[in-house]
Nanobody, 121 residues
Framework: VQLQASGGGLVQPGGSLRLSCVAS????????IAWFRQVPGKEREFVAL????????YYADSVKGRFTISRDAIRNMVYLQMNSLKPEDTAVYSC???????????????WGQGTQVTVSS
């Protein structure tokens, strides 16, 4: 199983970015893909997750209403559409796969390389 995140960059406050996560080697539809983010010196933080089988989603309160997670089953892609970005959204964003519908990073066993998102004027 391999995951690769992309799409990060520099954006002004109030702007938008769409992150992509391509997942390869997945042999079962019974899993979850989540986005986490981390700022240097701080713990990794849950952002959003989607259950692959039925597209059930869950969001951290800090991003609810601004971020949308979705998936493309044909391309094995998961997206994180981020709108109304704030400076506090600045972090390295990583996607991960887990078998539990969970906000805990401990329940995710495969991780992709992160992509930097910087929100600044």
């Amino acid at each position: 199983v391999q995951l690769q995140a992309s799409g990060g960059g520099l954006v002004q406050p109030g702007g938008s970015l769409r992150l992509s996560c391509v997942a390869s080697g997945l042999k079962s539809a019974d899993y979850n893909i989540a986005w986490f983010r981390q700022v240097p010196g701080k713990e990794r933080e849950f952002v959003a997750l989607i259950r692959w089988s039925n597209s059930r989603t869950y969001y951290a309160d800090s991003v609810k209403g601004r971020f949308t997670i979705s998936r493309d089953a044909i391309r094995n892609m998961v997206y994180l559409q981020m709108n109304s970005l704030k400076p506090e959204d600045t972090a390295v964003y990583s996607c991960a796969r887990g078998s539990q519908y969970s906000q805990s990073q401990l329940d995710y066993d495969y991780w992709g390389q992160g992509t930097q998102v910087t929100v600044s004027s």
